[in-house]
């Protein structure tokens, strides 16, 4: 039987991933200046590229994101720290920006 404690974790895991994810496509968006499919994007000189996977060890548990690219290489995300696996701030900075209501 799962524990209350074990399905609040678990909803959470699943809420810091999606987050990291929404937060990384946004950083990606304002670095190109323009929306996913956005025809204002056609023709700039640089586009979306895909994404890799990476696995992040957090207090809930593992979460996997996607870390979005850029089609000239030139993106560098600031929200997860380069070749790190484990993170206590980004799980800080989720809540505060949920807790600001962004």
């Known amino acids: 039987m799962i524990h209350l404690a074990d399905k609040i974790n678990d909803l959470l895991r699943k809420e810091l991933q999606q987050a990291v994810n929404n937060l990384l496509e946004a950083e990606l968006t304002a670095f190109l200046g323009y ?13 979306r590229n895909g994404a ?5 060890d957090t207090q809930f548990g593992p979460i996997e994101v996607q870390v979005p690219r850029d089609r000239n290489g030139q993106f560098h995300q600031h929200t997860l720290p380069d070749y790190k696996q484990h993170s206590d701030i980004l799980e800080s900075m989720i809540i505060k920006l949920y807790s600001k209501g962004v």
Do not use: H, L, P
């Not at 890799?52 to 992040?56: A, G, L």
């Open 35 to 47: 929306d996913s499919y956005a025809r204002n994007g056609w023709n700039t000189g640089n586009s």
């Open 52 to 56: 890799y996977f990476r696995k992040v």
